[in-house]
């Protein structure tokens, strides 16, 4: 799976530039320009009256250009982040074509949509099973896997406030992870409890055994 590292290039060429010049951006290339193009295509047979945002070749290529720059700034960073927005676009019925800031919101789906838990409801069942003596249930392995990466320790002992931050972070990584197919942590199988075996066997031997205790001592 191609990283936005593979789709969208970096803004700069890493160089220092004084303050007053403008920053550059690098060429696209050609695996960026494929990906952006086809995504476009997918737009254009989406939405009927895309013409109306983007009328001329000029002014599709411009927009283009505005969309890598938007997807840069906002982080999306995945090919499953744009298939998720293009879903959205399927579902939304409109007929015409998205800004580019309503596309980047329909790429990042809340927790609900892929059936998860929400931010609150996962870190409540983190802290909870952070204990040592929790049973553990999870109700989702994204919610196992953004525990671990957050720490049993930090969710039990530090601040609200520190270990929530530190969470939702993680639950937001986990969340794009899910989302793109990646795998997550394992949550560990349950010790499986103490089985005491009594068959009417087993019952019928040991009152023979008591019985020959007491006869033995008895003569």
């Not at 047979?45 to 983007?54: D, T, V, Y």
């Not at 998860?116 to 049973?135: F, I, W």
Request: net charge positive.
């Amino acid at each position: 799976m191609r990283s936005v590292k593979d789709i969208i290039p970096a803004a700069t060429s890493g160089k220092h530039l004084a303050p007053a010049e403008p920053v550059q951006p690098r060429s696209i290339d050609q695996a960026t320009a494929a990906v952006v193009n086809k995504l476009f295509a997918e737009l254009q047979s989406i939405f009927p009256a895309w013409k109306q945002a983007w009328p001329t070749t000029e002014a599709l290529d411009a927009a283009k250009k505005s969309w890598i720059k938007g997807f840069m700034a906002a982080g999306i960073n995945s090919l499953g982040q744009i298939r998720f927005g293009i879903q959205q676009c399927r579902k939304s019925g409109g007929e015409f074509a998205p800004s580019v800031g309503r596309f980047i919101r329909w790429c990042e789906p809340t927790p609900e949509m892929l059936g998860l838990p929400d931010s609150h409801k996962a870190y409540r069942e983190a802290c909870a099973n952070s204990h040592p003596a929790a049973d553990r249930k999870w109700s989702h392995p994204a919610v196992h896997h953004a525990a671990c990466e957050t720490g049993f320790y930090e969710l039990a002992n530090m601040a609200e406030e520190r270990s929530r931050k530190l969470f939702d972070r993680n639950y937001a990584i986990t969340i794009r992870m899910v989302m793109n197919g990646e795998p997550l942590r394992e949550i560990p199988l349950a010790l499986p409890e103490t089985v005491s075996v009594r068959t009417e066997e087993v019952g019928r031997a040991a009152l023979e055994g008591l019985r020959s205790i007491v006869k033995g001592a008895s003569a």
